[in-house]
């Protein structure tokens, strides 16, 4: 067994942050790290917070983090902020929000940039939930970058989403087109001391009529992250999906799927490594690269069919 596997068996808190960052820089060990700790996983659930930019996402988990130590429960959180398409570098600052549970041994804050990646989420991060899980926490809570439309990969690494709104923001008619609203296992209404929240409501119940959703119903709950309200009924909207994913074993397809979409994207990953290090090594093809005229189609399926034929 991979060390830092071991440790993190042991509860070692410096291994886990270790684990993570090999992930991230996408280490040579990392398959043979990530199958050990696959053997381990403990099984916890796993809560994907959602929502536009501005909806409050960073301030709620902060509150549920209270929340969930008052009953005991141990907490990771895998914050995931957006990477400067100018720069490459990212500003995390939901570490500065939940500073207060810095030195709390049973809640482990870990922040993840993009990198580029699309949908509201790092590469990583799937890897960096089933390292917490293994690990041993209670509860493993996603947040994801705030972009908005592009959110919807939450759904493939989670058990229970959560979709983070505001009254009056505007943002409503934006997750209609976009889709997001059918990955939502519950509405949260944060900042509810706001005007609009009936209409919002009652959108979003008009919303669940005319999509009809089969099996679960999605719950609204209002929440008033800076007044510490709503973290209860939030709680309770969570357990009760959780319970109805247990019941009625939705949660064990879930992760089935979940599981399949993850060995396609771990194959994916390691012929396009294999591919991208082919062409780097060949002057001729980065030459084609450079070259304005070059038609990516066809070079696209020569490459492709070269690359084949010699696998």
């Not at 390292?131 to 058990?159: H, N, P, R």
């Not at 780097?280 to 070059?294: G, V």
Request: with cysteine; proline share 3%.
């Amino acid at each position: 067994m991979h060390s830092l596997a071991e440790q993190i068996q042991k509860q070692d808190m410096r291994a886990l942050a270790r684990a993570i960052t090999l992930i991230e820089n996408d280490d040579q060990a990392k398959l043979e790290l990530m199958s050990d700790i696959f053997s381990i996983q403990k099984k916890a659930h796993h809560i994907g917070i959602t929502g536009s930019p501005g909806a409050g996402k960073s301030s709620l988990i902060n509150r549920l983090l209270t929340h969930l130590r008052s009953k005991g429960l141990t907490v990771a959180v895998i914050a995931v902020d957006p990477t400067s398409p100018f720069s490459g570098g990212s500003l995390l600052g939901d570490r500065t929000r939940m500073n207060q549970h810095f030195l709390d041994p049973g809640i482990f804050i870990r922040s993840m940039a993009t990198r580029g990646s699309l949908g509201g989420l790092a590469r990583a991060t799937k890897d960096a939930i089933r390292v917490c899980d293994a690990y041993g926490f209670d509860v493993i809570l996603v947040e994801t970058v705030g972009v908005g439309q592009s959110e919807l990969d939450v759904m493939k690494i989670v058990d229970t989403t959560g979709l983070v709104l505001t009254p009056n923001s505007g943002d409503v008619l934006q997750i209609f087109k976009a889709g997001i609203m059918e990955i939502a296992d519950l509405f949260v209404i944060n900042k509810a001391d706001l005007p609009g929240v009936v209409r919002l409501k009652a959108t979003l119940e008009e919303y669940m009529m005319i999509a009809q959703p089969k099996g679960w119903h999605p719950l609204i709950v209002k929440t008033i992250s800076t007044e510490n309200k709503g973290m209860e009924e939030l709680w309770k909207g969570i357990e009760q999906h959780q319970h109805y994913l247990y019941e009625t074993k939705q949660g064990e397809q879930r992760r089935a799927k979940q599981l399949e979409l993850e060995v396609y994207e771990l194959i994916r990953e390691e012929i396009w490594r294999d591919v991208e290090n082919r062409i780097h090594s060949d002057q001729n093809k980065m030459e084609q690269l450079r070259d304005p005229e070059a038609d990516p189609y066809q070079l696209a399926k020569d490459w492709y069919g070269t690359w084949k034929g010699d696998s």
